[in-house]
T-cell receptor, first 110, second 115 residues
Framework: DAKTTQPPSMDCAEGRAANLPCNHS???????VYWYRQIHSQGPQYIIH???NNETNEMASLIITEDRKSSTLILPHATLRDTAVYYC???????????FGTGTRLKVLA | DTGVSQNPRHKITKRGQNVTFRCDPI?????LYWYRQTLGQGPEFLTY????????KSRLLSDRFSAERPKGSFSTLEIQRTEQGDSAMYLC?????????????FGQGTRLTVV
């Protein structure tokens, strides 16, 4: 079973920041949080990952709470092309596999 | 680097036939993964290779499924005696061995339809 929980869907106005939450209350100290997105009929696209410090790259920012039990993916200026299913993943220890949940379906509205 | 490449992109086959899919990972990535995704669901892990060694297999990988990575480069996934329930998107991913926490990159998948 996935170790994360996410809201099933969210809407965001174009040009506004999209904040996608994820709960991972059972995360252990050395497990990273990964975010991927999947646009219809395409393979998952890597966005960002982190351990405990906040991370930023050209696509997004990842904010991880101090207790590491939750995180938020921030798309600073959402565009219509950001409409996708977003997956938050914590990989089980001792394995290299990702366990995907059902993700959050983000719809960016014009 | 062109990313993870999967062929074919689409495959339609009759029930009972065998099918084989190919995955070419990003060059120098020694870790390779296969996933399956059905409509409305997230990808499900099938198997994982480190170089040519198959190190992890899901219970989803029934005896009709076999995956190989003979030279530690490209990989093939074969499904024998296909069933309609095998209809899905089959995804391949690869990652570098340099850091065990490094991200994996996915291909565009092979969509299988069993009729």
């Amino acid at each position: 079973d996935a170790k994360t929980t996410q809201p099933p869907s969210m809407d965001c106005a174009e040009g506004r920041a999209a904040n996608l939450p994820c709960n991972h209350s059972t995360i252990s100290g050395n497990e990273y949080v990964y975010w991927y997105r999947q646009i219809h009929s395409q393979g998952p696209q890597y966005i960002i990952h982190g351990l405990k410090n906040n991370e930023t790259n050209e696509m997004a920012s990842l904010i991880i709470t101090e207790d590491r039990k939750s995180s938020t993916l921030i798309l600073p200026h959402a565009t219509l092309r950001d409409t996708a299913v977003y997956y938050c993943i914590v990989r089980p220890p001792g394995t290299y596999k990702y366990i995907f949940g059902t993700g959050t379906r983000l719809k960016v509205l014009a | 680097d062109t990313g993870v490449s999967q062929n074919p992109r689409h495959k339609i086959t009759k029930r009972g036939q065998n099918v084989t899919f190919r995955c070419d990972p990003i060059s120098e990535h020694n870790r390779l993964y296969w996933y399956r995704q059905t409509l409305g669901q997230g990808p499900e892990f099938l198997t994982y290779f480190q170089n040519e060694a198959q190190l992890e297999k899901s219970r989803l990988l029934s005896d009709r499924f076999s995956a190989e990575r003979p030279k530690g480069s490209f990989s093939t996934l074969e499904i024998q005696r296909t069933e309609q329930g095998d209809s899905a998107m089959y995804l391949c991913a690869s990652s570098s061995h340099r850091d065990k926490n490094t991200e994996a990159f996915f291909g565009q998948g092979t969509r299988l339809t069993v009729v």
